[in-house]
C-alpha cells in the first residue's frame, strides 16, 4: 500500500531531510561547476560531501550521480583505480534502479578513463559495449547527443 511506502520513508529520512537533500543538491552542482573549472581539489571536496548526503537519504539516482561525477573528478586526477571502483558503484546503482541512459553513460566513462589512462584497446571495447546498448534505448534528442559523442571517442582510439 502507499500509505506503508510513505511511512516506511518518512521513518527512514532524518526529520531535516529538507536541509540535507538541499544541501546534497548544491554541493553536487558545485563540484560540478569545479570540475568543468578544473578545480579538482575543491570538486572533490564538494562531491564527496553530496555522495555522504545522498546516500544518507537513500537517494539512489542521485548516489549514482554522484559517484559518477565523483569518478569524473578522480579520473582527471589520475586516479584510475579509485575512479573504477567508483564507476562500477554508479553503474550498480543505475542498474538497481533500471536506468539503462545512466548505465550507458556509465560504460561510456569507463572508456574515457581507460582511454586517458591509455588502454586504448579497452577504451574501445568499452565504447562499442556502450553504442551496443544505446541501439536498445529510444530514440531522444539526449540519446542521439551521446551516441555522437561515443562515435567521436571511438574513432579516436581506433
Not at 506503508?4 to 560540478?32: C, G
Not at 562499442?128 to 542521439?144: G, S
Request: net charge negative; proline share 3%.
Amino acid at each position: 500500500m502507499c500509505f506503508d511506502q510513505a511511512a516506511r520513508y518518512l521513518a527512514l529520512v532524518p526529520a531535516n531531510a529538507d536541509n540535507v537533500y538541499i544541501s546534497a543538491v548544491q554541493h553536487y552542482h558545485q563540484a560540478s561547476v569545479l570540475l568543468e573549472k578544473n578545480q579538482l581539489h575543491k570538486a572533490l571536496e564538494h562531491i564527496e560531501r553530496a555522495l555522504r548526503m545522498f546516500k544518507t537519504l537513500d537517494f539512489p539516482y542521485m548516489t549514482g550521480a554522484a559517484y559518477h561525477t565523483l569518478a569524473l573528478v578522480q579520473t582527471k586526477l589520475d586516479e584510475f583505480d579509485m575512479a573504477r571502483d567508483n564507476l562500477r558503484r554508479a553503474i550498480i546503482t543505475w542498474q538497481r534502479i533500471d536506468n539503462a541512459y545512466e548505465q550507458v553513460n556509465g560504460i561510456y566513462a569507463l572508456g574515457f578513463l581507460e582511454e586517458r589512462a591509455g588502454n586504448n584497446d579497452e577504451a574501445r571495447s568499452l565504447y562499442k559495449r556502450a553504442l551496443e546498448l544505446l541501439q536498445e534505448l529510444p530514440k531522444t534528442p539526449l540519446v542521439d547527443e551521446l551516441r555522437n559523442e561515443l562515435e567521436e571517442h571511438l574513432n579516436k582510439v581506433a
